[in-house]
């Protein structure tokens, strides 16, 4: 009997202490580390849950989290999953329904306030009205500028530049020999990275990825005019090796007081305001060219559940603690107001203590409502999208394009030569995919 007690003590002591472990795969950016940073509370609180972070590069992290939900390994319990991809996984079952888990969980999503989050990034994470993530942090792109540098120069930012202002004041910048570039821009290949802001320059001059039968357009002569506008630009007042330079390399730039403009994702400013160059940031509007619209990008990174997880129920709870009202509180304690992950809800753009730490809170939710992905192009295109288009396609044609790319920006090749190889790739997979 004494045995048969001692047994059942132990079962119940196990299953007391029994953990089911989460395995978050994530893209490595500040928020993301203050995510993992911050978990430890989550598993104080929730001690039958142990987490487990991984963090990977975008390109990196897009071709494996893509493998891993195509084939339904199942090695993801969460993933931080793009704008792009979500509707996509959501239509081919890739990803859990979080309207299914959040009526199977009602103690969890009543406090959630779901409608809080802005409409604009909800509706791109949804597939036939079904929600398959939730916002992180979101963002749009505008122009980062270092007004002391510009004080210096006797220059002067409009709310709204265009393009040749942007060139000019670049170049008045550019002081290579003493350490200061006239601006940073991305040059490493990816559709999600030299692509995007590329991208939104060829939109504002007139030109687009596909038509609306989906034949390419990689060869017109607006993506000529815009890549060699781009190309020269980085060139002429920008840091050397442009192909190595992404995201982190021009935050470290700005960070420094090294380069005079960014313009790059909204979500960086907050980044830029904690370093010893904040005090000298300012912003602008996304510049234009002959068309004033898809000059500012939309974006969000999620977090979602791989339809092939086994731990559905216990990431579905991190994952609404991660994007609650409550985190953004605990991250406000943390490490200040202006580090909150931004453009997910409405009610922090409410709140007086952000927009009076975060002045460019305004200007960030201005450009993401004011973004708008089903016209960003001076002609209809074949589907939806700013800096991507929204097709399964895109991903595989974005990133042999951005390689071809790259090697023009680096003066390997024309931007002539670059895009003939660019529409020639395109033109094949686009017919492979029975689009005409």
């Not at 004494?2 to 029994?18: E, I, M, Y």
């Not at 960030?364 to 800096?387: E, F, W």
Request: charged content about 20%; glycine content about 8%; overall charge negative.
């Amino acid at each position: 009997m004494q045995k048969l007690l001692l047994s059942v003590l132990l079962l119940v002591a196990g299953s007391a202490f029994a953990q089911t472990t989460v395995t978050i795969a994530s893209v490595n950016n500040g928020d993301m580390l203050t995510m993992e940073e911050l978990s430890s509370e989550f598993e104080a609180a929730n001690p039958d849950i142990k987490l487990e972070f991984l963090f990977l590069d975008e390109g990196t992290l897009r071709s494996r989290l893509t493998t891993d939900a195509a084939t339904g390994s199942g090695a993801f319990d969460l993933v931080t999953v793009g704008a792009y991809e979500t509707p996509i996984w959501g239509k081919n079952g890739w990803i859990a329904s979080l309207d299914e888990l959040a009526e199977k969980h009602p103690e969890l999503a009543a406090d959630y306030d779901f409608d809080d989050i802005l409409p604009a990034i909800s509706d791109g994470l949804s597939y036939e009205g079904e929600l398959f993530a939730v916002p992180f942090y979101a963002e749009s792109s505008f122009t980062m500028y270092n007004k002391r540098l510009f004080d210096e120069h006797g220059l002067t930012m409009p709310e709204q530049p265009n393009w040749e202002q942007i060139r000019h004041f670049a170049c008045t910048i550019h002081d290579p020999e003493n350490g200061v570039y006239g601006i940073a821009l991305r040059g490493k290949p990816g559709w999600g990275d030299n692509m995007a802001p590329i991208t939104t320059v060829a939109n504002t001059f007139g030109a687009q990825w596909f038509n609306s039968a989906g034949e390419p357009q990689l060869d017109s002569a607006a993506w000529n005019y815009a890549l060699s506008f781009y190309t020269n630009l980085v060139n002429d007042c920008g840091p050397p090796g442009v192909t190595g330079n992404s995201f982190p390399e021009s935050l470290a730039l700005m960070s420094e007081g090294k380069a005079g403009m960014w313009i790059d994702a909204t979500v960086a400013a907050g980044f830029l305001a904690g370093t010893d160059a904040g005090p000298d940031m300012a912003q602008a509007l996304a510049p234009i060219g002959t068309v004033a619209k898809g000059n500012a990008w939309l974006w969000s990174w999620n977090l979602g559940i791989p339809a092939a997880s086994d731990a559905q129920d216990e990431a579905f709870r991190f994952l609404m603690w991660a994007t609650s009202k409550e985190y953004q509180e605990r991250v406000a304690e943390e490490k200040g107001w202006a580090a909150v992950p931004p453009g997910t809800r409405q009610s922090l753009y409410e709140r007086q203590e952000y927009l009076d730490a975060a002045p460019f809170a305004e200007m960030t939710l201005g450009a993401i409502l004011k973004a708008d992905p089903t016209n960003s192009t001076l002609r209809p295109s074949i589907a939806s999208g700013v800096q991507y288009v929204a097709i399964p396609e895109f991903s595989s044609i974005g990133g042999d394009v951005a390689q071809e790319v790259a090697a023009a920006l680096a003066g390997d090749i024309s931007v002539t030569e670059a895009l003939a190889r660019a529409q020639r790739i395109a033109d094949e997979a686009m017919q492979d995919a029975g689009y005409y």
